[in-house]
């Protein structure tokens, strides 16, 4: 495992993104805590579903945020 910092980029649709060790994550979407639908645009303050807010909630990961918000499927 590469033990580098972490360095920031953007994907193709011009989101930051931050990578941890072998995980990236996508800092323009936040996960809450229900089972589906659970990641939120920078822009949601909180899930009116699960109360979660964005602040208390980690940022999504890239690859799922590119599944399920931009639907590029594999
Ligand atoms: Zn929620």
Known sequence: MNSENFHDSL???NEKMQCV???VLNLDYW??????NYIHPIEQQVCKKCDSTREDSPSSRENEVKHYVH????
């Open 21 to 23: 060790g072998d995980i």
């Open 11 to 13: 994907n193709e649709y």
């Open 71 to 74: 639907r590029n499927l594999p």
């Open 31 to 36: 996960d809450c805590e229900c089972e589906n």
